[in-house]
């Protein structure tokens, strides 16, 4: 027997018990009148195995009562027990869809408005294309690496549907095959794109990127997902997402290259995702190609954090000035809130 809320599905075994039960009859010489095996028959009770036509006839000639009435039995039972699996996967998904951040997704018109919870978990399933809502359940999408500042079940749920996103909007976006070499020797190139304007940059950024074949996208930001970027392979290409609405550019930057080290370093071949140390070496990667060790190391020597020094220094390596005062402050050697006149926001669209 199955319930749900509403339904109860109770297979024709109970009935066919019922009458061994009526007859004193065992379940070894039912069995052997039905010319059937005992564990068929045990299942048979169960509702483990259908109830087949030629059952029905067997019953019929044992039982006495009609063929017709046990595949009445069986047709109805086959019914409910689908009505029960519906309305509790139903119930199971509606649970999972108020853990989704449906009011953001609809907010950014990634999903319809509707307010009724059974709307939303058809409205869900084809925005995530499964049937059933459990399947999102991380890894929904395998191998994922993404840079996140706190891992709660909330964000969970919020990196799922945003990386969704991410590999919807891939698609419409044209590359060539991946070229990992390619883009090694690209580095130094983005790197210096770091000192130009978003309305120059994007667009060529976005087309070298393809030229490698990764999909760069850019999402506005899920509440409570503490996320920053996030990177996995999608058939025939790479996608990289970053959260950019309210963006600080050292932060969009050191984001980007955190994915792209992720790519790299061979971090997204993994199934599982990434490992903490993953994450490190993605963030050191990131660091070292942004502004080498070695030179920042000769530059907090000095002591010397003045706007003209800083101007001087971001210069001399070919960076944006704000990318230092964030590095600067990321490891304290001055207040975050000092010099941030420096650092400068970028509002990117795709």
Sequence with gaps: MMKSRTFIATPPGATIKEQLNDRGMSQKEFAA???????????????????????????????GLPAHFWNNLENIYREKLLQVELENAMDEDIEIAKKLPYNE???YGWVEETSKNFDKVLVLRKYFEVV??????????????CRRQTITEKADYALIAWAQKAKLEARMIQTNSINLQKLEKLIPEIRRMTTMNPNVFCPKLCEKLADCGIALVFLPHIGGSFLHGATFYDKNKIVVGLTVRGKDADKFWFSLFHELGHILLGHISQITGTTEDDENNADRFAREVLIPDEKFNEFVDHKNFTIESINEFAASVGIHSGIVVGRLQKEGYIPYNKLNRLKIKYALTA
């Design 105 to 107: 997704m609809e907010k």
């Design 132 to 145: 059933r809502l459990t399947m999102v359940r991380e890894p929904f999408i395998p191998g994922i690496a």
């Design 33 to 63: 009148r039905m010319d059937m095996s005992e564990k068929h028959i045990s299942k048979l009770i169960n509702g483990e195995v259908m109830l087949t036509s030629d059952v029905a006839m067997r019953l019929e000639m044992v039982l």
